[in-house]
C-alpha cells in the first residue's frame, strides 16, 4: 500500500473566491470626489439654472443628496458667493477659465437690495435643507471678510449687503464681525466702508433696535471705535463718518456707550487718586482730557463728581455732626466741581443731585441750604442757577423742606439782585 507523507508547511491558505462582485456603497463613491470634481459639478449646475435663483436653490438641495458638501462646503461657498474657488488671500483660482467659473454668483448680481435677499434666501434654504454647513458657513464669511482687500469696491457692497441681511434673519451671528476688526483691512479704511454697507441693510430688514441689541448681547457695541486706525478712534470721527453714511442712531448708541464705559473708568480712577489725597489740580486736568477723548459732556461729568466725592467719606450718624463734616470736606473739594459746573445745565444738574441725595440719606435733610450757600460762595453754583432751581427745577423728593429752606437765602439774592439794579439805574 502505498503510503503517503504529508509536510506541514504552516497556515493553509484560505480559498479565494473569484469573480465576486462587492457592492459599492453612496459613502465610499462620494469619497473619490475631488475639489475639482466638486468644482465642475456645481459651476455646470449653476450655469444651467442661469439667473433663476429658485432652480439654484433646487439644484443646490437635490445635488446634496449626491455630492459631499460637508467635505467641500468652502469650494461650495467660495463659488456661490465668488464664482470661484478662492486661494488664500481671495485671489480666483482659474479666473481665466470660463469652464471653471460662473457669472452666476453673489458678487456678479445687481447691487441692489432685493437681489441680494433673493441671494440670503438661497443660503438659508441650503443650510435648513443640510443643517451641518451652518459652522461652516460663518467660517466662510469670517475668512472673506479677512479677504476683503482682494475684492473690487462692488464685490465688497454685495458682500456687505449680503451679510447684513443675513445677520437680520438670523442665518449668521454677530460674532463673525470680529473679521472686520483685523489689522490688514482696518488699515486700509475697508472696515468702516464696510461695516456702514452692512449695517444699512440690516437695520433696512429690521431696525436700528434689533441691531444694537444683537451688538450688545455679542459684546460688540463698545469695540466699533476699532473699525477705524489707532489714530481715528474716536467718538468725533466716528460720529462724523456713521452720520455721513445716514446711520445716526448707531452713532447716537455709540456714543452713550463710550459714554457708560468711560464714566465707570472715571469713576474707578478718581476713586483711587481721592483715597491717595491727589492734588485737586492733577485730578481736573485728568478729567478734562478724559472728557475730550470721549466726547463727555460736562453735565455727565458734575454728577459723576458728586456722586464720587460722597461716596468717598463714612458718614457720622449723628444729624448735628454730619453737616459739619459734609461742609468740611466739600470745601476742599470745592475748586474741582468748580472746574465743571461752567454751564447752567450743569449747575442744575448738580442742584438735583444734592436735593436727591439730601433727601434719600435722613441725617443731611437739614444739610441742604448749607451746601448750597457754601457752593454759592465756592462759584460753584450761580445766583442764576440757584433761583432758577427755586422756582421751577426742583424735583418732588423733598421739595416742601427743601424749598423752605432756602427760602431766607433766595430772599437775600433778591434783594441783593434789585439793589444791584437800582444802582445801575443810578449811576
Not at 145 to 168: D, H, V
Not at 312 to 324: F, G, I, P, Q
Not at 395 to 408: D, P, S
Request: net charge neutral; with cysteine.
Amino acid at each position: 500500500m502505498e503510503s503517503r507523507t504529508f509536510m506541514n508547511t504552516g497556515k493553509q491558505q484560505k480559498p479565494v473566491l473569484t469573480g465576486q462582485r462587492f457592492k459599492t456603497r453612496k459613502r465610499d463613491e462620494k469619497e473619490k470626489f475631488e475639489p475639482t470634481v466638486f468644482r465642475d459639478t456645481i459651476i455646470l449646475g449653476l450655469n444651467e439654472a442661469g439667473g433663476d435663483l429658485d432652480a439654484v436653490a433646487k439644484f443646490l438641495d437635490v445635488t446634496g443628496s449626491r455630492l459631499d458638501y460637508r467635505r467641500y462646503a468652502d469650494t461650495l461657498f467660495d463659488i456661490l458667493i465668488a464664482g470661484s474657488m478662492l486661494a488664500p488671500g481671495g485671489t480666483r483660482i482659474d479666473e481665466g477659465d470660463k469652464t471653471k467659473v460662473t457669472e452666476h454668483c453673489v458678487f456678479t448680481t445687481k447691487e441692489n437690495h432685493a437681489n441680494l435677499r433673493h441671494y440670503a434666501q438661497v443660503f438659508n434654504k441650503l443650510i435648513r435643507r443640510y443643517k451641518y454647513l451652518q459652522n461652516a458657513f460663518e467660517e466662510e464669511i469670517k475668512k472673506l471678510l479677512l479677504f476683503l482687500k482682494a475684492f473690487s469696491e462692488s464685490e465688497q457692497t454685495k458682500l456687505a449687503m449680503l451679510t447684513g441681511i443675513l445677520l437680520a434673519n438670523g442665518t449668521l451671528p454677530p460674532p463673525i464681525l470680529t473679521s472686520l476688526f483685523s489689522d490688514n483691512v482696518v488699515k486700509e479704511g475697508i472696515s468702516a466702508s464696510f461695516a456702514v454697507k452692512m449695517f444699512k441693510a440690516w437695520i433696512s430688514e429690521k431696525d436700528a433696535n434689533a441691531v444694537t441689541s444683537a451688538l450688545r448681547k455679542a459684546n460688540l457695541d463698545k469695540k466699533l471705535l476699532e473699525l477705524f486706525p489707532a489714530n481715528k478712534q474716536n467718538m468725533e470721527h466716528f460720529s462724523k463718518y456713521f452720520n455721513e453714511a445716514g446711520l445716526k442712531e448707531l452713532s447716537d448708541f455709540m456714543r452713550v456707550q463710550q459714554s457708560q464705559g468711560t464714566r465707570k473708568e472715571l469713576q474707578k480712577e478718581l476713586q483711587e487718586r481721592l483715597s491717595q489725597d491727589c492734588p485737586i489740580r492733577e485730578m481736573v486736568v485728568y478729567v478734562k482730557e478724559e472728557m475730550k477723548r470721549s466726547a463727555l459732556q460736562e453735565q455727565a461729568v458734575i454728577g459723576l463728581l458728586w456722586n464720587i466725592l460722597m461716596n468717598a467719606v463714612e458718614w457720622n450718624k449723628k444729624e448735628e455732626l454730619v453737616t459739619e463734616q459734609a461742609l468740611k470736606h466739600l470745601k476742599h473739594y470745592a475748586p474741582l466741581l468748580a472746574a465743571f459746573s461752567t454751564q447752567g445745565q450743569s449747575e442744575l444738574v448738580l442742584l438735583l443731585r444734592i436735593q436727591e441725595y439730601c433727601y434719600d440719606n435722613i441725617h443731611f435733610m437739614k444739610s441742604f441750604s448749607k451746601i448750597v450757600v457754601l457752593f454759592y460762595k465756592a462759584d460753584v453754583l450761580s445766583e442764576e442757577a440757584i433761583l432758577r432751581w427755586y422756582k421751577d427745577t426742583h424735583t418732588t423728593k423733598g421739595k416742601g423742606v427743601f424749598v423752605e429752606q432756602m427760602k431766607k437765602f433766595v430772599e437775600w439774592l433778591q434783594n441783593a439782585e434789585e439793589e444791584s439794579e437800582s444802582e445801575g439805574e443810578e449811576d
